[in-house]
């Protein structure tokens, strides 16, 4: 009896919710109960823009913003891959190895070989997949810890890529060639941009009416209609901005696209699968989810494979924006960058919490650090100092977070 009327209880108490206040409310509720979601990136990026948009007032034009979402494409890639990972409770370090080792595949069968552009790109992406199988059997069949395993990958494939790229030490790229073009000079025409303005609002509000609907009819509370509306009002409201402000100077680069696309292509099969589902799941409590009939070892060799695929077309990017691949391609910061993107992005190091939008928001802010202190004129090394605090302060968050999920579930 007493159930029941907590039930009742609790189904009137979500019944009540619908609206706008009640959107607000549920907001609320799940930030006590310590599912934050993008909150806190999205206030510290607004923080870090304010300061440094006051200390330069370069930073916030059009033309630096062009800059940023171009230079974040190719990194941000990578950071999908490890948010992969991330939600089931592993670690790929040897990311940089393969994005490094994918641009010198590239290069030396495009210019060297003479193989068409689409031709090596295929086999660079699909070697990196190769390699993300191979750490899965070595995860799956022998008990080694993902984190020995790509450490291990980051050396072997640093080596490899030296011994791809020979006595020259670096290939580049045409200038001329339709990959660089993509990188460098593509941008989307005005109208285009604000027509995909236009279906990212239309797409969200249909998605949104659909799961609504399909709510209802399971007897469980949904967003109204109006307030669908005016969610996907305001998101246009905020592109078609956001595309008339980078218009001011170049556009939208077809390369920022390339990313939105792949982190919302990864946002619908983690959100709206079997698979994705199954990825949350294993990363929440292993031993349930296999209890619970998932394939535990196919999730994990899905993961560790597309991982290592978005490192391979985050390198492949990269070599065309730089229009060559050399001996430090994948290195220097790149492997750092990659997982500090996904980790401030929202993305738990425990498994079985983030986004694919945790990747574009992180590197958006890692970027946003790098391009500001850049035209300040600082020292790289300040760079790193302020990255890796902004790094610490997100993991502070998502622990403190955590001991708020546990205490609140056991209350």
């Given amino acids: 009896m007493t159930t029941t009327l907590a039930t009742d209880r609790q189904d009137e108490r979500l019944q009540s919710r619908e609206g706008l206040r009640g959107a607000v409310t549920d907001v609320i509720e799940r930030a006590r109960g310590g599912d934050l979601g993008v909150i806190p990136v999205v206030v510290g990026l607004v923080v870090i823009w304010a300061v440094l948009q006051i200390l330069n007032p370069v930073f916030l034009s059009s033309t630096n913003l062009v800059n940023l979402t171009l230079e974040s494409a190719a ?83 640093l080596g490899l890529q030296l011994y791809v790229l020979g006595t020259k030490g670096s290939i580049n790229l045409p200038f001329d060639s339709a990959l660089v073009n993509f990188a460098q000079l593509a941008f989307v025409p005005q109208w285009l941009s604000y027509t995909f303005a236009v279906v990212a609002a239309a797409g969200l509000f249909a998605s949104g009416y659909l799961h609504a609907r399909e709510r209802r009819r399971a007897g469980l509370s949904a967003r109204t209609t109006s307030m669908l509306a005016v969610r996907s009002i305001a998101l246009l409201a905020v592109l078609a901005f956001v595309v008339w402000y980078l218009g001011q100077t170049r556009g939208v680069g077809w390369m920022f696209v390339l990313f939105v696309a792949l982190v919302l292509v990864m946002h619908y099969l983690l959100s709206r699968t079997k698979w994705g589902r199954s990825v949350y799941a294993v990363g929440g409590n292993v031993e349930a989810a296999r209890r619970a009939g998932i394939n535990v ?48 992005g929202g993305t738990s190091l425990f498994g079985g919490r983030g986004t694919a939008f945790g990747a574009l928001l992180g590197m958006i802010v890692i970027q946003s650090i790098s391009s500001g202190l850049t035209l300040l004129n600082l020292d790289s090394s300040i760079r790193f100092v302020v990255t890796g605090v902004v790094l610490l302060l997100a993991v502070v968050v998502d622990s403190v977070a955590r001991k708020s999920r546990t205490s609140h579930g056991r209350a």
Avoid at 78 to 99: E, K, N, P, T, Y
Avoid at 318 to 344: C, E, T, Y
């Fill in 297 to 344: 070892r196919a999730v994990y060799t899905s993961v560790f494979m597309l991982c290592s695929s978005f490192a391979a077309v985050g390198g492949i990017l990269a070599a065309a924006r730089l229009a060559a691949a050399n001996q430090s391609s994948g290195a220097g910061d790149v492997n750092l960058n990659a997982i500090a993107a996904a980790v401030i």
């Fill in 75 to 157: 990194v941000g890639v990578i950071a999908l891959g490890i948010v992969c990972v991330l939600l089931v409770g592993q670690i790929d370090l040897s990311v940089g190895s393969v994005s490094g080792l994918s641009g010198a595949v590239l290069a030396v069968l495009f210019v060297d070989k003479g193989l068409p552009v689409w031709a090596a790109i295929l086999a660079a992406i699909a070697l990196s997949a190769a390699i993300g199988w191979v750490y899965a059997q070595l995860f799956n069949r022998f008990g080694v810890p993902s984190f020995v395993i790509t450490l291990a990958g980051l050396l072997a494939f």
